[in-house]
């Protein structure tokens, strides 16, 4: 039945009510490892997650930038090509910096075997 007046409701018993302490505790978290960038990298033709690791060492233009996606042919040599540009960080400096840090430093020719790859980095 309900409360015959506004303040009855409020003196009822709410330890029924369990999602009523939901963020009113004193807990400890612990703090997110930092990180500059993360990396997929997935096989394009069957989306098979092959690297997924944050980029400690990238140091990207400071912007807020999106998540970016790249396509990579790799051949038994290396890298085909440049990575080509998918889906862009709304950045261009962001864009041209990760372009250049996947063959350069992350030197993900020598890291694939040969085929179509799809490369995702997120902030």
């Given at each position: 039945?309900?409360?015959?007046?506004?303040?009855?409701?409020?003196?009822?018993?709410?330890?029924?009510?369990?999602?009523?302490?939901?963020?009113?505790?004193?807990?400890?978290?612990?703090?997110?490892?930092?990180?500059?960038?993360?990396?997929?990298?997935?096989?394009?033709?069957?989306?098979?997650?092959?690297?997924?690791?944050?980029?400690?060492?990238?140091?990207?233009?400071?912007a807020a930038?999106?998540?970016?996606?790249?396509?990579?042919?790799?051949?038994?040599?290396?890298?085909?090509?440049?990575?080509?540009?998918?889906?862009s960080s709304?950045?261009?400096?962001?864009?041209?910096?990760?372009?250049?840090?996947?063959?350069?430093?992350?030197?993900v020719g020598?890291?694939?075997?040969?085929?179509?790859?799809?490369?995702?980095?997120?902030?």
């Amino acid at each position: 039945a309900p409360p015959a007046r506004p303040a009855d409701a409020l003196a009822e018993d709410r330890a029924a009510v369990s999602a009523l302490e939901i963020g009113r505790s004193d807990r400890v978290i612990a703090q997110l490892p930092s990180r500059n960038a993360f990396i997929e990298i997935l096989a394009a033709g069957n989306g098979e997650q092959l690297l997924g690791q944050p980029l400690v060492d990238a140091n990207p233009p400071a912007a807020a930038w999106q998540p970016m996606e790249f396509l990579v042919a790799v051949d038994p040599t290396g890298l085909v090509g440049p990575p080509i540009l998918t889906e862009s960080s709304r950045v261009p400096a962001v864009d041209g910096y990760f372009q250049n840090y996947l063959g350069k430093t992350l030197h993900v020719g020598q890291r694939l075997a040969p085929g179509f790859y799809r490369v995702c980095i997120g902030p």
